[in-house]
Every structure is written in C-alpha cells, then in structure tokens.
C-alpha cells in the first residue's frame, strides 16, 4: 500500500506526530507550505503578537483558506492520503483546508489526525470530511503534550492498524 502523509504545521508538533505516522506506514511526507508562511504562532515575551494569533484563529473559525506553494506528491499517486492539521479554535486550519479543497477529487482513500492542547474540543474532522466529501478510514486526535513527550507513538498503534487494513 503506497502511502502520503501531508500536514501543517506551525510550530512543530504536528510535524513530529506526522514524522512518526509516516515512519509507521513507511510513508512518502508533504509538508504542506502557506506562500506567505506565518510567524510561530505562540503567545508571550518575545514571541509574536496576539494579534496575529486571533487573526490565524478567526481564518480558522471562518473556514477561510490560503495560498500555497505547490505540491511536491500528487495525491492520485497514493492509495492512501494521510492528512494531518493543528487544531484552530476548534477548526482545521486554512492552509490545510486549502490542501483538502485543491486534492481532493485526487484522494483514492484519507486519513486524517490532528494535534491540540485539548482534542476534547475538536470540531476539525468534521470540516474535513466534509471537505472531501467522503468518511476516512480513521481518525486520531492528539494531545500537543503527548506529542512533545513521545507518548504519542503508542497511540498510533490502532490509527496505522486501521489504515494498513483498509
Ligand atoms: C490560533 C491558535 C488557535 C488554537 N486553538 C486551539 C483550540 O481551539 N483547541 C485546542 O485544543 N488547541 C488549540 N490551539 C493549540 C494548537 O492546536 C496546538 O498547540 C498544536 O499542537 C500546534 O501544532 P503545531 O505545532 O503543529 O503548529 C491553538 C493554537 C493556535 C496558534
């Protein structure tokens, strides 16, 4: 089974988890790249604005998506298209559902696993199903802790099971 792991990320905690899936199903990875890329979006001294943060945010809740750099991997490529996005109050984030919006009469199957401080809140797999208007094969939400720590990995064992089977 030939294998694409695309994902965002902003600060570098869904492309951990992305690395990790990918390791997994020994899977070709995207990194999928906003033309104008944000700053590390992250509240406090010496970090960005929070303005820019709310404004990331709202994107986000509004369902906007944005401009990006070409893709590397053509999704009809890929029996499988796993894809991977940060949680935005509640919501996929613009970048990815730009990438959904683009491929998505290319994907023969998806996947789809996020990371969030709390994936209890999570509305974001909705909107992705919805935006390539078909269910996945599985699903998983992660906590951005479990991520950072490596307690992740073990998560993972079901989501690959579940795809490898599909
Ligand atoms: C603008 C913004 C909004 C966020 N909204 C949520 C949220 O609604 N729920 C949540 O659990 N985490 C939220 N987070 C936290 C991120 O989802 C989390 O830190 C994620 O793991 C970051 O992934 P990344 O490092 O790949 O960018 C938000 C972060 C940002 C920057």
Redesign the pocket.
Known sequence: MKCLVA???????????AESIARMLDADTEAIEEKRPRP???VGPGKVGAWA??R??IA?MLGFGSRLVASRYKARDYDVVVI????????V?PPVRSYLRRHRMYFRSVAFF?????????RAFKQMTATVRREPVACIA???ED?KSGAHEGMLVKFIESIRSS
Not at 7 to 17: F, I, L, W
Not at 114 to 122: H, L, N, Y
Request: aromatic share 8%; proline share 5%; with cysteine.
């Open positions: 994902y965002y990320s902003n600060t570098g905690v869904t492309r951990k988890a590390a979006l992250e943060v709310a990331a945010g986000a991977g996005t940060p949680v935005w109050v509640g919501s984030t996020c990371t969030a401080g709390d994936p209890a809140t999570v992660l906590r951005t991520v």
